[in-house]
């Protein structure tokens, strides 16, 4: 099982949605669009803008693919590709009102240097974590978003590649050489959850 997810870019920011909360998978949560392969998916990014245009209404011919990162390994049988686009600045989110409460923008800013952060910390069979938790109001509306889980850590990791710049927090990547600290990462959780078999 490969899900995939688009994070997608304008100039200086990240396009996010939130859940509805009365959903079943992943309510109330802030996302970006992704989900499950399809049998017509014939790789990872035609699953993310499958999924991008089923949940936000972003046409692919609006999307300018950049690059797919580093998979990451949710469980020992679930792999999540993350696929870095930019988009249109002319794109108007077309929420999908069975899955989708809000489409809104952060700035890529604010993955590095946050207003309201926190952090927590698991070790787990001799593999450390961080959890990064990032707490975003939305200027537009006043709405306060919680950023978290591999949202969280998907948006910091293309906020530290595009800016280039140091947080103002603990992370888990070597910021000198973040494509093999991701890969790291990535064989430290493998290793983690196929040692539970």
Known sequence: MSPSVTDTLLPNDLTLWSHFSELRRSPGEVCFPGGKCEPADVDDVATALREALEEVGLPPQQVEVVCRLVPYLLDKNTFITPVVGL?????????NPDEVKKVFLVPLEYFLHPRAYHQNHMTESGHHFIIHCFEYTNPEDGATYHIKG?????????????LGKKPTFEVEFNLNDLTSSSEEVFLKLHKHATSKL
Do not use: E, R, S
Not at 150 to 156: D, S, Y
């Open 87 to 95: 988009i249109d600045h002319n794109f108007q989110a077309q929420p």
């Open 150 to 162: 591999l949202t969280a850590k998907f948006a910091l990791f293309v906020a530290l590649i595009i």
